[in-house]
């Protein structure tokens, strides 16, 4: 080969190489029962009532378990750390999506009350004022509204009459 | 593939048929293969990522619905299956061992290689006709996705909206159940290259490969069965 590797200022001769590494054949034996066992247990636990613990008790076992057949079946603890990089790197990428959405998840209905940017039309209706999602801010298409849904009128907060012009101000009033 | 001298071949005397005329060595082929493979798995994760994310963003808004709905599925299919799969990914990596190991142009070595090779791929199949038995049964209970959702004209009240639970579980089973059929394609072309002799000490990345896709599914039903099926 015309160009020779350096790896830690010393010549490389197979450093583009993969490297060979055959298990014995009873560590797969072992692990195989590993994973069984873990299997039965993840089963057992499902009818255990551990309350809000038993996610986290599944994910933890699948975790353990997946942990196992990634570094032993598919050689990732023998392997080339690059393919070990790329593996991680990807679970690091899987965790800023899990992350950032599940933030999401939980601050979205702090932020909704406080800023009232999303109208949640159950819980208003609960609480008397119904708001119809890209109709109660339009009043040709409330006015429509209006007169294909005629009982509409008794749950909005109004005397059930007026309908018409009035009541479109009225509907895009409550919204804010 | 180059006959031709081959003047800046590094290890002395290695000129295995099945090198490549860009690779300079079969364990470059083989790590650039390997790297590949191990690219298109991190894709194939950041995909399944999705449908997971998927379920705990319902599991989120409709927790009781989801614990409701679940109870429908069979704990006792799903840990069949489970078994049946790990089972596979331990035939799978003793047909890669056996790989690892054998002497080249040797019908016994090929013969134990294809030998795991078939038990791994009737595991698949095993696996599917479970799946058969369970798919069959949510389709006679009306237990579908979205608008096919008709479980209570069955006679089963599920509280909340099971419509979308049952949306989250076929996508999820489904594109798994697609990835054995792949997988199960796979086997079949991995087997008919170890007919051919094609595998041995010095060219197992064709069979290693196979098996990193196999154990792939595998790892991702690992995470499939206790969410969908035994959480509470």
Not at chain 1, 51 to 59: E, N, Q
Request: proline residues 3%; hydrophobic residues 45%.
């Amino acid at each position: 080969m015309s160009n020779t590797i350096f790896l830690n200022g010393k010549e490389s001769p197979d450093a583009v190489e993969t490297h060979h590494h055959v298990s014995p054949a009873s560590h797969y034996v072992v692990v195989l029962m590993a994973l069984f066992v873990l299997t039965g247990l993840t089963y057992a636990v499902s009818f255990a009532d551990l309350g809000p613990l038993s996610l986290p008790v599944a994910i933890f076992v699948a975790v353990i378990k997946a942990s196992l057949v990634v570094a032993f079946f598919m050689h990732l603890k023998y392997d080339d750390k690059y393919n070990l990089f790329v593996f991680l790197g990807t679970l690091i990428f899987i965790g800023i999506f899990f992350g950032f959405t599940l933030f999401d998840l939980q601050a979205r209905d702090a932020l909704n009350d406080e800023q009232r940017t999303f109208v949640r039309r159950e819980e208003q209706r609960n609480a008397g004022e119904v708001l119809q999602v890209g109709i109660s801010n339009d009043p040709t298409r409330l006015a429509e509204y209006e007169a294909a849904h005629p009982g509409h009128g008794e749950a909005h907060g109004g005397d059930g009459e007026a309908h018409g012009e009035g009541e479109a101000a009225e509907g895009g009033a409550a919204e804010h | 593939m180059s006959n031709a001298t081959h003047a800046a071949h590094h290890t002395t005397g290695e000129h295995n048929p099945h090198l490549a005329h860009h690779f300079d060595t079969m364990g470059q082929q083989a790590g650039a293969a390997k790297l590949g493979m191990w690219l298109f798995l991190a894709t194939e994760l950041l995909m399944f990522s999705g449908l997971f994310l998927a379920y705990f963003v319902i599991r989120g808004f409709y927790p009781d619905m989801v614990l409701g709905a679940h109870e429908y599925l069979s704990k006792t299919a799903g840990g069949i299956n489970t078994c049946v799969l790990l089972f596979s990914s331990w035939t799978m990596a003793m047909a890669v061992r056996a790989a690892q190991v054998g002497r080249p142009n040797n019908a016994e070595d090929s013969a134990k290689i294809k030998k795991y090779l078939l038990l791994t791929l009737l595991c698949a199949g095993i696996f599917l006709v479970v799946k058969y038995f369970e798919y069959s049964a949510k389709f006679e209970h009306g237990m579908l996705p979205g608008k096919f959702y008709t479980a209570h004209l069955h006679g089963y009240e599920i509280e909340g909206l099971p419509h979308i639970f049952f949306g989250i579980y076929f996508f999820m089973t489904g594109l798994h159940g697609v990835h054995v059929v792949v997988g199960m394609g796979i086997m079949i072309w991995i087997y008919m290259r170890a007919s051919r002799g094609e595998f041995s000490a010095q060219n197992y990345a064709g069979v290693e490969n196979a098996g990193l896709y196999w154990h792939l599914v595998d790892l991702v039903w690992i995470f499939l069965f206790p969410l969908l099926y035994l959480v509470k």
